[in-house]
């Protein structure tokens, strides 16, 4: 244990290794530098570690650490990459851990490195003890930009235990259910002509028109057969993003896209979501002559939802005082449900410092955390 590091050293360091994911490849970086010194830290600990790399993304891995054996325990589960960041607009370095009005400032200090540090400092206090049930500490890769860490882990159906904290910023207020992520795209193709004559051509911007239209309309029918009132915006959403199309006022627009942002409840079924807006945009395309090709641009985030009366959520809302609530954000949840595992989302600091300069963790979100981590551990492990 005299290698493993002190939670200070452990934030400092996480911070200062760089592991941006983004969908952008040039702000796109490897996580393996976080991943290899959670391994050098778990296994002085005691912990058997696996490294799993990604399939087809060179650089990118999760770790898997085990520490006892059975067919129950708990996991502790944290992603190793932060967003892209503008350092420009921070107040201090975003890779320097800077302690300043009783805040680790940082990026990735509460989302989430400063989480899995805590878990291992949570951990320390059972190194030398047997465990009855297995201690897992997860880190994944790329949460932020398409969650393929958590999506291989599922794929491969392990690792097995029978309780899952994921420890994104919730104030430490366990979290039961969230919506789920479908990211969009939509391409119209027609045909280019001068503007002179709109027979030369088939205006993929007025067909647009219709599309955003008919999504419109879509959103208002979604909103008004579903409704869930434990979230704070209790319909699903649709938010229409971004859209680029032609490239002179003086020729017929030959191709316009679209991106868009759907957020449906528990209980919605993707697939069905997907069906139907095929089904209301095809008439579209035929109206105006043109081609109308729906893509996804990353693979959808499924809606959580975990029952409010089992053991995990009672547990976590003795220990921690708060009654379990919603968020409207993804996370990696149900892909470790998935696995079977009753999971909860639960973990310091707040979403709102969060994808933004100056990210920080409140340093009275951390002794609280490790201490219901070292309660969680001792329940299901001991």
């Not at 010194?37 to 650490?65: C, Q, R, V, Y």
């Not at 003890?129 to 392990?158: N, V």
């Not at 991106?259 to 209301?280: F, H, K």
């Not at 639960?346 to 955390?369: F, K, N, V």
């Amino acid at each position: 244990m005299s290698n493993v590091p002190s939670l200070l050293t452990m934030l400092t360091e996480l911070i200062g290794t760089p592991s941006v994911s983004c969908t952008a490849p040039h702000l796109d970086q490897s996580n393996l530098g976080v991943i290899h010194k959670l391994e050098a830290w778990l296994s002085d600990l005691g912990f058997s570690t696996e490294i799993m790399p990604l399939p087809g993304h060179e650089g990118k891995a999760n770790l898997i650490a085990t520490l006892g054996s059975g067919p129950g325990g708990l996991v502790l589960s944290g992603h190793t990459d932060t967003v892209p960041y503008n350092a420009e607009r921070w107040n201090s370095d975003p890779f320097k851990l800077t302690e300043k009005d009783n805040r680790f400032y940082g990026l990735g200090s509460c989302d989430m490195k400063g989480f899995i540090a805590i878990a291992i400092e949570a951990a320390k206090s059972f190194a030398d003890q047997p465990l009855q049930q297995p201690l897992i500490i997860l880190a994944t890769a790329d949460e932020e930009s398409s969650m393929d860490g958590a999506r291989a882990l599922a794929e491969a159906g392990y690792p097995k235990a029978r309780y899952a904290v994921i420890g994104e910023p919730t104030g430490l207020k366990p979290i039961h259910m969230h919506k789920g992520m479908m990211m969009e795209g939509i391409k119209i193709t027609g045909k280019a002509g001068h503007s002179s004559d709109p027979s030369l051509g088939n205006n993929a911007l007025e067909a647009m028109h219709s599309v955003l239209g008919e999504l419109i309309s879509f959103r208002h029918e979604l909103q008004q057969n579903y409704q869930n009132s434990a979230f704070q915006v209790t319909v699903p959403t649709l938010n229409l993003g971004c859209i680029h199309g032609g490239d002179n006022p003086n020729r017929i627009c030959g191709s316009c896209d679209l991106e868009y942002d759907l957020r449906p409840l528990p209980g919605m079924n993707i697939d069905n979501l997907r069906a139907a807006i095929d089904q209301r945009l095809q008439p579209v395309a035929e109206r105006f002559g043109v081609s109308i090709r729906n893509q996804r641009l990353f693979p959808e985030i499924l809606p959580f939802q975990n029952d409010k009366q089992s053991e995990l959520v009672r547990c976590a809302e003795q220990l921690t005082g708060h009654t379990a609530d919603t968020v409207a954000f993804g996370t990696e949840a149900p892909f470790l449900q998935a696995l079977g595992m009753d999971t909860i989302v639960m973990g310091p600091g707040s979403i709102d410092q969060a994808h933004q300069p100056d990210e920080y963790l409140a340093m009275d979100q951390i002794r609280p955390t490790v201490d219901i981590l070292r309660q969680l551990i001792g329940k299901y492990c001991l």
